[in-house]
């Protein structure tokens, strides 16, 4: 399994930016597949953006298309989400998930709380 560490949530006005961080460490193989969810409070979590190997490849829920940005340094075993044009329907805990196959992610981190006021 890999272990994961979110950093970067915070109180932010709505139109503003945050970045969240993800530090890995574990098997590489482990974390090939990597993504974010978000879960507000009395709803279900939901899923976010992904991006798996190299980094070249990522995808992201229709309502953050646009606005965030996924990407990852391998060499330093990070995982960033840019997140910009926050909107209060933004709040939410961001969790960090890791996975070996494809939308199957069995590691994840205790999450950061990230609240956009209007």
């Known amino acids: 399994q890999v272990q994961l560490v979110e950093s970067g949530g915070g109180l932010v006005q709505a139109g503003g930016s945050l970045r969240l961080s993800c530090a890995a460490s574990?098997?590489?193989?482990?974390?090939?597949?990597m993504a974010w969810f978000r879960q507000a409070a009395g709803k279900d979590r939901e899923f976010v953006a992904r991006i798996r190997g190299s980094g070249s490849i990522t995808d992201y829920a229709n309502s953050m298309k646009g606005r965030f940005t996924i990407s990852r340094d391998n060499a330093k075993n990070m995982v960033y989400l840019q997140m910009n044009s926050l909107k209060p329907e933004d709040t939410a805990v961001y969790y960090c998930?890791?996975?070996?196959?494809?939308?199957?992610?069995?590691?994840w981190g205790q999450g950061t709380q990230v609240t956009v006021s209007s």
């Open positions: 998930a890791a996975g070996s196959r494809p939308g199957l992610y069995d590691s």
């Open positions: 574990g098997r590489t193989p482990d974390m090939y597949f």
